[in-house]
């Protein structure tokens, strides 16, 4: 199993157990619906012969939640337009000196470095203009479990269906670990 973690938070965001899809410069993650709950135990005692209904002070507490935000333990958050351009200018750098980073463990050249962050840089304006900042009011944004303000916000969607849920995660934001 591989487990994605914010590169600058360490929070864990997502891993491969969830149906994941490279898209450019993007992961899209798709989750599901899950119902999470009070688990029932049977201890053996007989509630009648104790005296008390089984049902008495008894509350589902049954929530809703979608699998990779329980899963993960990310934490809802909010954005207006302006705000989010805002954080996303601060995020793509700490984005580009990770890739410069991975580029100098793999020994790239100065050119072949620049190369992939001019077009990681351009794919991410074309994304963000084209896909997040166009639907803008179609998503949700989650954090890390940390909250940390400098770490990578995923983006929830939904599918043309209504009811799937996805996240979108920037790629260069994450590093694997092999559990």
């Known amino acids: ?3 994605y973690k914010d590169i600058i938070s360490g929070d864990e965001l997502c891993s491969d157990v969830f149906d994941m899809e490279l898209k450019g ?3 899209e993650v ?3 619906l899950i119902t999470v709950g009070p688990t029932s135990v049977d201890t053996g005692a007989n509630a009648s012969a104790e005296g008390a209904d089984a049902d008495e002070g008894a509350e589902d507490g049954a929530i809703q939640a979608i699998d990779i935000v329980y899963s993960n333990r990310l934490q ?4 207006d337009k302006k705000s989010y351009l805002t954080y996303m200018k601060g995020y793509l750098k700490s984005v580009v000196a990770n890739i410069k980073e991975k580029a100098a463990k793999n020994n ?3 050119e072949e470095t620049e190369k ?7 794919s991410a304006q074309t994304f963000i203009k084209d896909v997040i900042l166009a639907n803008f009011k179609d998503y949700e944004f989650y954090t890390g479990e940390s909250m940390n303000i400098d770490g990578m916000v995923a983006l929830l969607n ?3 269906d209504g009811t799937t849920p996805y996240f979108t995660f920037f790629k260069d934001g994450l590093s694997e670990m092999k559990v």
């Open 158 to 160: 939904y599918r043309e």
């Open 1 to 3: 199993m591989i487990i």
């Open 116 to 122: 992939l962050v001019k077009t990681f840089q351009a």
């Open 76 to 79: 809802s958050t909010s954005f």
């Open 30 to 32: 798709n989750g599901k």
């Open 25 to 27: 410069i993007v992961y």
């Open 108 to 110: 790239l050249s100065e």
